[in-house]
Every structure is written in structure tokens, then in C-alpha cells.
């Protein structure tokens, strides 16, 4: 079967990849995830300056999703430039994810990365993890301005990755920017902002940074992930395509998010815990779902929810 897609024009053999942060910081990370099955390979966001990253412990998985508060730790973005044509020799998309500190960083890397010619660049504006900075996403006029100013800079389709809302209000006003600003793809949705895990036995949070504050991921968002997938699909009519990022655990999960409007799927929390395999399990259970429905390609199904 064929899970192949194709995201502004960038044919991906699978509609199958990590997500930003997940396994994707290191050359050595970024290279076997070009020898996995992975439909692409997508960076770590990295920032002007290399970065450690928040103190440890900074990652927390358990049965229902994960928490992390990493901070950012990412070897800057003249490394990450270097090796994007290392990384282009796998024959498969790589996007190149951007995470400035301030406008102006954004910029700054847009036209070196830019230059480096990955596939497709993120523009993530919804880092959670910042100790005093605000999700840039959460302002429309901020992340507006700051869209329109680096769009001319990338000449490679441009993603924007947005956190989730959790207001239909708040959802149209993106989805106007986003159109306002000549985005070719949309990623939904980064982690879920400033959650809490706590370990009762030992009366303390699970992760350092922040007084145990995190960025949510894996199952437990899934219904959010769902969510923001059908409402900037619907609000923008299925003309800017979306890779669906939350909750996808089992290929039934990436069957939803396509039903809800995604041409691919990212996978974070459960690449950390199970591996590069997990590409190859995902794709096996989609397919099974696909057949069994008599449907052959992702296409197939894209947008299709059936609304009661
Ligand atoms: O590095 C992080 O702490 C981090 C980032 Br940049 C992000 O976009 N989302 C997330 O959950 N963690």
C-alpha cells in the first residue's frame, strides 16, 4: 500500500515522521532517523546559539503521554546548516525547525537556513518552555508582524507550527493571520502548555525547570490535537495542508487525524519511548485500517469526517 503524501508541493514517502524534539537533536539522531522509515527528517528547533537547555530531569514519560520542559537545547543553527545536505542524501523531505529567542532571530536564521536548501522550514512560534517568554502564537499581532517579516526570507514552502486553542474565537483570528501571512503548511499542535505531573509518593513534580510546569504530550492530547486539525482545516477550507502532530500512538490515531484534515502525521512521545521502529509499526496498522475500509491512500480519507 501506498502511505505516501505530499505537503506544498513535497512529495514524502511516508506520511509517517518524527516530531520536532523528539530523537532529532544530534547528527547522530538526525541520520538514523533518515535510515528509518520515517516519511522526513524534522530538526530539533534550534536557535541562534547553541543551547544546553533547562536542567534535568526535563522529560517525563508515563502511561498516558509525556511531559518535558527541555528548553530548547539544540547545537545552534550553523550546525544544523551544515548538515542539511548530509541529511538531504536519504532521498527523503528534511524540514528544518526555527525557534528564535526574539523576532529578530527568526530572521536571522531564516536566511542561513534558507540558504542550506532543507525541503521545507517550521517557523515554530509555540515553544511553552521559555522560563519568560510568552508562546509567541498566543498574540496574533505579535506572530502576525513577525510572519510577514520573515516570509520573504524563505524561499523553500514555509510551515508555522501553532500551539493548541482551546476557543473557536481564537482559532478563527489564526486562521486569519495564517492566511494573511502566505503559510503553506500548518503543524497541529505543539505540546499542551504549562501542565503539571506530580509524583504524590514523593510530594514533588516529576521534571525540574519551571516548579514542574511543562509542555504535555502523547495520548492524553489527542482529542485537543483532533481538534485544532478540524478547525483550521474547516476555517480555511482544506487549502493550506496540515501535518496533524498529538496523541499519535497507533495508526488508528493518524487515521483520525486524517479524517480530520491532516495530509501527514508527526510522532513525538512515543518515538522517545519506543524508537525509530515505531515508524515501521505505524505504517503496518494505518495500512491494515486503510484496507480494511477499502481505502488505498491517505487522500482517500482526508477531511472526510462525517459530521453527525
Ligand atoms: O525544547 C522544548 O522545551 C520544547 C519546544 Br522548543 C517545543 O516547541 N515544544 C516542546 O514541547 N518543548
Redesign the pocket.
Known sequence: MNLSTTIAGVKFPSCFMNA??ALCMTREELLALGRSRAGAIVTK?MTVEPRS?NPEPRYYGFPGGSI??????NLGYLAYAELIPELKQFGKPVIASI?GLCEDDFLTMARVINQANPDLIEV?L????IPGKPQIAYDPVDSERLLKRVRPLIKVPMGVKLPPYFDPAHHAVMAEVIGRCGVDYLNLI??VGNGLVIDPKRETPVIKPKGGFG?L?GSLIKPVALANVRAFWKLLAGRIPIIGTGGVVQGIDAFEHVLCGASAVQVGTVLVEEGVGVFERMERELEAELSSRGGRLVEDYRGRLKEL
Open positions: 520536532s524534539g528547533s537547555g518535558n520542559s527541555m528548553g530548547l537545547p525557534a515554530n509555540s515553544c511553552p518552555n505543539n505540546s509542555g504530550g
